[in-house]
């Protein structure tokens, strides 16, 4: 059987094991109320919530007009996990007047009539959905039970109890990563917060310590290494010692250690301006929501053995794969591993060395990002080298994509596997000298690089190298050249802008000057063979209805010899100030999803 069959035999393995359990626990014992009076982990949007209660559902970058959307056409996989994880409860929890939470009652109720017994094959039956479904139901349980007596909430704790007892059965089955984590915490949190659920607690508590320990490494990194991913991540396990405190009992003590890790790790992984980088599927994150998860998590150190080996992390250069500078309110972080593999590589991108860099407040350098919610083609493309701030040989990645089942994503293959990182922190400047070997085993050649962030934060040095490093690799080199009739092997040098950067070609093409918001102007020069220019981009955010037009600079040059290089710098402009007041923000984070129109 080839990959993409045997990875869709898998699909519906589970599919119809997750059929069974739900026959199962067809009759599992109801919750009977609430431990202690709930209350939502993250305050909601009033403006989505108004919207929400209208019946406009804006998710995953696709809106849908419906009193009632369980009988509509799901306009993609990402539109109806959102529409079935009830995230968006919180929203309608954020206005709280009288139609709002009638308008929650009635969709939750219309859900319950649909799938509450597994009808329609059970699709919204599955692990990590189930978690985080139980999640949001408790979370707003106030909303839900308000107004209404025993008999009218009846369905909603007989359907919360069937929850604890599928996920009882069927956690382990969720994808690994965030989605186990999330099975496991809306099982452990059922267990803490419901009445007639506390069987369940010291299973759910041996779940998560297993969970934790298998998806969250000693430095606090996961497998996936998508920033976003692991911070929420974070938010689950704050949440998870909330409800501890709140039954006034003391949660497994892996609770607290894998937190204070990931919290480390999550530091380092924010730019200046607080938003994560965006690699491997991630996004900047919600406004607010990483500082609230960080505070959660307090300032409780590791235990000993687990400090010396984010010590060892630390002195190594890297959090999860990635390297940072920091110098004078400017970040810069930068990719600095092989992509993952295994599960995780069906998310992965073939970012290896590339870069990213925030100035105060505002992004200048960014990757395109992560576009699954416009599609399987924009997903493919912004998983692509070229969607990333690298160099990259034309028309190759430095990883490949295998084919594989729809459902689960086309795998990155055929990537790095040798990826040096030397870093060096001196008084004027700190460095990073990094290479990968992507390009060994189709061009026989490695991709060099070197950054240097001076002390001040004003100027970001580069230079990238193209070199054949083995003499094994000289033929292949050769080889493809002739193929090239010996014009050289084309390649590109690419910064990918943020949308609100405005960048114009100076000097007569020779230097592109780039104007942010703030007011602050930096400027890039290139020296070597290629030409520069200005092309266009796009920027990809999880939730907006369509990808946003952005700018890249590219120089294009060739390779004709056994070794080629650009040597550039992109530096604050003098008259820039060393200060900028700049209270403004145009980049709208702190909304997870568009508003919808009134009209």
């Known amino acids: 059987m080839n990959q993409a069959g045997d990875s869709g035999f898998k699909v519906w393995r589970a599919r119809l094991a997750d059929r069974h359990a739900l026959w199962r626990v067809r009759r599992a014992p109801p919750a009977s109320g609430f431990t202690h009076p709930p209350e939502p982990a993250l305050p909601g949007f009033f403006a989505l919530g108004r919207q929400l209660a209208a019946g406009n559902f804006a998710l995953a970058g696709h809106r849908i007009e419906a009193p009632n959307p369980w009988l509509v056409d799901s306009p993609s996989t990402g539109f109806l996990d959102a529409l079935h994880g009830f995230g968006w409860l919180d929203h309608l929890g954020a206005v709280g007047d009288r139609a709002a939470r009638e308008a929650a009652q009635s969709l939750v109720d219309q859900w319950i009539a649909r799938h509450g017994k597994g009808q329609n094959g059970g699709l919204a039956w599955q692990a990590d959905l189930c978690g985080r479904r139980a999640m949001r139901w408790i979370d707003q349980g106030l909303m839900m039970t308000a107004g209404r007596d025993s008999n009218a909430n009846a369905g909603y704790f007989a359907v919360l109890g069937r929850h604890m007892a599928f996920l009882a059965r069927r956690w382990q089955s969720a994808p690994p990563g965030l989605g186990r984590l999330e099975a496991v915490s809306g099982w452990l949190m059922g267990a803490l917060s419901l009445q007639g659920m506390a069987d369940h607690v010291d299973p759910a ?282 014009a050289g092997i084309r390649y590109a040098l690419r910064f990918h802008l943020h949308p609100e950067a405005d960048a114009s070609l100076d000097m007569n093409g020779a230097a592109v000057s780039i104007a942010l918001p703030s007011g602050e102007i930096w400027v890039l020069r290139f020296d070597g063979p290629g030409s520069l220019s200005l092309e266009p981009s796009v920027y990809l955010e999880p939730g907006r209805s369509a990808p946003r037009a952005s700018r890249q600079i590219v120089i294009r040059a060739a390779i004709t010899q056994e070794s080629a290089q650009i040597n550039w710098t992109l530096a604050k402009a003098q008259d820039t100030p060393l200060a900028i007041r700049d209270i403004g923000r145009d980049d709208p984070l702190y909304l997870p999803e568009p508003l919808v129109s009134d009209d």
């Open 205 to 486: 508590s041996r779940a998560l310590a297993d969970t934790c320990t298998r998806e969250i490494d000693a430095q606090g990194a996961i497998a996936s290494r998508n920033p976003e991913e692991l911070a929420e991540i974070l938010m689950l396990l704050v949440r998870l010692r909330t409800a501890f405190s709140a039954q006034e009992r003391r949660g497994p003590p892996v609770l607290t250690e894998t937190a204070a890790r990931v919290a480390v790790v999550l530091r380092k992984l924010r730019h200046v301006d607080g938003g994560l980088a965006r690699f491997h599927g991630g996004g900047r994150g919600a406004e607010g929501r990483l500082e609230k998860a960080l505070d959660g998590a307090g300032n409780v150190a590791p235990r000993k053995r687990a400090r010396h080996r984010l010590a060892r992390a630390w002195h190594a250069g890297l959090f999860m794969g990635y390297a940072r500078l920091e110098a004078g309110r400017v970040s810069v972080i930068v990719d600095a591993a092989a992509p993952p593999s295994g599960p995780a590589a069906r998310r992965a991108h073939a970012s290896t060395l590339a870069f990213e860099l925030t100035s105060n407040r505002r992004p200048v350098v960014v990757s395109c990002g992560p576009g699954g919610s416009f599609g399987a083609e924009w997903e493919r493309a912004g998983r692509a080298t070229l969607s990333h701030s690298t160099l990259s040989v034309d028309g190759w990645s430095s990883a490949r994509f295998a084919r594989a089942a729809r459902a689960t994503g086309d795998a990155l293959t055929d990537g790095p596997t040798s990826v040096e990182l030397h870093r060096t922190d001196e008084r004027h400047a700190s460095a990073l000298l990094l290479s990968h070997d992507g390009y060994v085993a189709t061009h026989g050649l490695t991709h060099v690089r070197n950054l240097d962030l001076s002390a001040d934060g004003r100027a970001l040095l580069g230079e990238d190298r193209l070199v054949v490093l083995d003499p094994a690799h000289r033929d292949q080199f050769w080889r493809v050249q002739a193929e090239q009739a010996n």
